[in-house]
């Protein structure tokens, strides 16, 4: 047995200023075996002796992944996203001989832009700096980095002449920032003040300077096309294309302008904009992201035009930095269904080497497989797995192993594996279990890892936690495939909607009749996996991690006695008996209240750091409006009601519990229910006082 050093809260961990220095009594040497500036295919290695373990790997986020799996595997320790277990005492438990030898493919990406607003939208560098080391010790050695670039184009485009009106109807507030990046939204939510924008640029100098401190490539920004009205009415001579308005918002927040790609201004707004990038932050990446077609692209497109813009991003890029490497999301080419002449047409454009496509839902529908590898670009095999940044419970470990050395074995140009989920602090174990997975050669069967997994996580080992894990894994984390859900006995497909194939919750979305929660599991189990985690809870009550999972837990718990009063509540509305619908309208706010109560992440959170990033703090009460309004009515009226829903305490109370209780309210007056009638009053009463802008 050894002593491991206490990690404080950023860990302490730095990159190190020559080949060989001393980590801690528990690591006797760490040594980095490439200087190279390339990005190489992932290699570390654990070495036991008497006199310590000694790190050998092939560049700093490979060795600090080493360490955490030691951490893991040896000293009851696991660092994640939303919190830590270290092991009491620093102790750790490790033979006095052993090797360990971990091995990654090249790319190991994390970023997906809707994150950016979903869960980083108002942090400060605390929670950066945290973050960041937690990207090293999971081995990622690429991030995206948009933090405060719109500082960069403010300062552009004033120097092409537009006003300040112009640019306050180009930017839109902090909230809305990811979805003016891919150029879908403009203004919604209000302007951003100068002083918020010069903090922002300081602060991704600061993640920009740790990233590279660690040796992770931050991805930044080029010219996509998106301009400012104002710029179009100033230069008229010129051509523009106009997207399409998007998810319902009007011309006045969405709907924006792009400048035609074969104007030669095109190319000149780019390297204007990465000179000026570059200025700022130096000589640090050669990758840079562009969606310039994401969700609401022109109308009648031919091939020609998508040919058009790529050549124009990429040149534009090139001609800022040389080795400029685009970045590229493929979700556009599903989710606007371009035709795979347009795709071929439009990925022809940029040479072979020069491109790196995220095959950003490839858990589910791996793009490569469509659209014949990408015709030979290097692409991310990438998890999504969430939307909006709900915390609902679901996953499939198996599937995951199945399809992602499905990705390795295929004869195509897959560079690595990347996390894209629209929102973190959910799910924990199926990202951990990805990492993981890409770190090693061998088979990961899930239910031992599952067992190492939770012990690590709370620093302990038992049975009935062994037990209960496998349960998870059995239910929650083996979420078989719509297709195969009839076979289960559970729903047919044909039943199934969108929300529901992804298993979202319909109790967080506007009250409607015949809905219930559909699960791939006899549902009695839910209560059994309460029972097992209550008993759990006596002695690991206060492990900050368990508190997190005994939380979402006993969500499942309550929601599945939830939905039973509510198919309660709606019987009786079709009986026409008053009596049930009392009875069952009063359980459902108890019930609320106890889901109100059990959980951990708080609204309160979300809306204090709203408050604290608002410069100058005058801009506060805006800044909470933006915070509130995003994961409720997300627009003005509603445009994308609930898509950003979050299961906190709080919320739960002030919103979705008042809006079943107008349900109950409206189903026990006797009066014709109306689905349109209730929503205006919902908006009316709960929605626009919680949520409006």
């Not at 973050?131 to 933090?147: C, E, K, T, Y």
């Not at 485009?157 to 150029?183: D, V």
């Not at 970045?327 to 454009?349: I, M």
């Not at 709203?610 to 445009?639: H, K, M, V, Y």
Request: aromatic share 14%; glycine share 6%.
């Amino acid at each position: 047995m050894s002593k491991l050093k206490m990690l404080h809260c950023k860990f302490g961990l730095r990159v190190p200023q020559t080949n060989q220095y001393s980590i801690s009594e528990e690591f006797s040497s760490f040594e980095i075996t490439s200087e190279s500036r390339e990005i190489t295919e992932g290699s570390a290695q654990l070495i036991g002796t008497m006199e310590g373990v000694r790190v050998v790997a092939t560049s700093p986020v490979d060795a600090l992944y080493a360490i955490h799996a030691y951490l893991r595997e040896f000293c009851g320790t696991m660092i994640t996203w939303e919190g830590e277990n270290v092991s009491k005492n620093g102790e750790c438990k490790r033979p006095e001989e052993f090797e360990r030898s971990f091995r990654s493919p090249k790319v190991r990406y994390f970023g997906n832009p809707c994150t950016f607003s979903y869960s980083f939208a108002w942090w400060d560098w605390s929670h950066w700096e945290r973050f960041i080391d937690w990207l090293a010790l999971s081995g990622f050695n690429m991030m995206l980095a948009p933090v405060g670039q719109e500082t960069i184009w403010a300062e552009l485009w004033t120097e092409l002449g537009i006003s300040q009106k112009g640019l306050n109807e180009f930017f839109p507030g902090p909230a809305y920032l990811s979805w003016h990046r891919m150029g879908n939204v403009q203004a919604l939510g209000g302007s951003m003040t100068p002083e918020y924008l010069e903090s922002q640029l300081e602060l991704n100098k600061k993640i920009v300077k740790r990233m590279v401190q660690l040796g992770i490539v931050p991805v930044l920004p080029t010219f996509a096309g998106f301009v400012p009205k104002e710029f179009e009415r100033k230069f008229d001579q010129l051509r523009y294309l106009h997207n399409a308005c998007w998810n319902r918002l009007n011309e006045t927040y969405s709907c924006t302008t792009s400048l035609h790609p074969q104007e030669p201004e095109f190319k000149t707004i780019a390297k204007a904009f990465i000179d000026k990038q570059r200025s700022i932050y130096g000589d640090v990446t050669d990758v840079y992201s562009a969606d310039p077609f994401n969700e609401s692209p022109p109308p009648h497109l031919k091939d020609g035009d998508f040919s058009n813009m790529a050549d124009s991003i990429y040149q534009g890029c090139v001609m800022g930095n040389s080795r400029c490497v685009w970045l590229l999301q493929s979700w556009t080419f599903v989710y606007d269904a371009w035709a795979k002449s347009s795709v071929r047409a439009f990925l022809g454009q940029v040479p072979k080497g020069r491109m790196i496509i995220l095959d950003l839902q490839a858990e589910k529908r791996p793009l490569y497989k469509e659209f014949e590898g990408f015709y030979g670009h290097h692409f991310v095999w990438c998890l999504l797995q969430n939307f909006g940044g709900n915390t609902q419970m679901r996953g499939n470990l198996g599937k995951l192993h199945e399809n992602y050395r499905s990705a390795l074995a295929s004869e195509s140009s897959m560079a690595g594996m990347g996390l894209t989920m629209e929102g973190i602090n959910q799910n924990y174990i199926v990202y951990q279990y990805l990492i993981d997975l890409a770190w090693t050669e061998e088979e990961l069967d899930p239910q031992p890892w599952v067992a190492s997994y939770a012990s690590a996580r709370y620093g302990t080992r038992s049975k009935l936690q062994t037990d209960a894990w496998n349960m998870l894994l059995a239910t929650y984390y083996t979420q078989v495939d719509i297709k195969s859900m009839n076979e289960f006995g559970v729903v047919e497909i044909s039943q199934l909607n969108e929300r529901e194939e992804r298993r979202e919750i319909y109790l967080y979305y506007r009250p409607r009749f015949s809905q219930t929660i559909r699960y791939w599991f006899p549902s009695e189990l839910i209560e059994k996996l309460g029972k097992s985690f209550a008993l759990l809870n006596r002695t690991l009550g206060g492990n900050e991690l368990f508190r997190q999972d005994f939380a979402d837990v006993m969500r499942e718990v309550i929601q599945n006695k939830l939905d039973k009063r509510i198919q309660y509540a709606t019987t009786g509305y079709a009986l026409q008996d008053r009596k049930i619908m009392k009875k069952a309208c009063m359980d459902m706010e108890v019930l609320f209240e106890q889901l109100d109560r059990n959980e951990v992440r708080d609204l309160s959170d979300w809306i204090l750091q709203a408050r604290e990033a608002a410069r100058p703090e005058t801009e506060a009460d805006s800044f909470e409006r933006q915070a509130r309004n995003q994961i409720t009515l997300w627009g003005p009226r509603g445009e994308i009601v609930d898509y950003a829903r979050k299961e906190w305490k709080g919320l739960i109370r002030k919103f979705y519990s008042k809006r079943w209780g107008i349900f109950c309210e409206v189903i026990q007056s006797g009066a014709r229910f109306s689905e349109k009638k209730l929503d205006e009053r919902l908006l009316r009463e709960v929605e626009l006082p919680f949520g409006h802008l």
